[in-house]
């Protein structure tokens, strides 16, 4: 026995919480036509890993997302998806959906819900409806650098 306070993480469950969240955010994702053309891999394994890896640390578990991922730095990794509002709330109705499976205490599920919707406001980087905008390619945008406008030669 220790006297330390338990985590938030501990608290809800540990590891087993955080995948069962996760994997069942990702059963919404993989069903969903607006968020599913976004993610750039194929397979969505190393994706759920490295989003169960970053709640994980953020609610007091291990650090092994920073450890293998280096500081979150979540706005710009989003930079290159079309992040609307129809976007956010898809993640959040998936999100919904996957924290009401794990059936938390009344607070818990609140702490963790204010958290995500906060955390999805923030991640909103365009008011354009998908489509339009440089970021509409999501799998192109997400595999390499994108070229600077000031690259393109200049028109005749
Ligand atoms: C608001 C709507 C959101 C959309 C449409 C979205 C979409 C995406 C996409 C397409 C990726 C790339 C998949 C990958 O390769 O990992 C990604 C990565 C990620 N997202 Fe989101 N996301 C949203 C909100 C959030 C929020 C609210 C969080 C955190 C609470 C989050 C955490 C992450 C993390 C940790 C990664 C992996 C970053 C990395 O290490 O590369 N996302 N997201």
Redesign the pocket.
């Known amino acids: 026995m220790t006297d330390a306070p338990l985590s938030f993480y501990d608290e809800i469950g540990g590891h087993d919480a955080f995948v069962r969240l996760v994997d069942s955010f990702y059963r919404g994702v993989a069903q969903d036509d607006v ?1 599913r053309p ?4 194929e397979d969505l394994g ?2 759920k890993e ?2 169960t890896g ?2 994980e640390q953020y609610w007091g578990g291990p650090t092994t997302y920073s450890e293998q ?1 280096g500081h ?1 730095r ?1 706005r710009m ?2 930079a290159p ?1 079309h ?1 609307n509002p129809d ?2 709330d898809r ?1 959040l109705a998936h999100m919904r959906a996957a924290v009401d499976e794990l059936q938390l205490s009344p607070l818990h599920e609140a702490t963790l819900w204010d958290y ?1 919707q906060r ?2 406001h923030a ?2 980087n365009t008011f354009e409806p998908t489509g339009i905008g440089p970021a509409s390619g ?1 799998r192109e945008a ?1 595999s390499g650098p994108s070229l600077p406008h000031t690259a393109l030669p200049p028109s005749p």
Do not use: T
């Open positions: 968020l976004m993610y750039p891999e190393p994706a490295r989003l970053f709640l991922r979150p979540l990794r989003h998806f992040v976007a956010r993640w995500l955390a999805a991640m909103v999501g997400g």
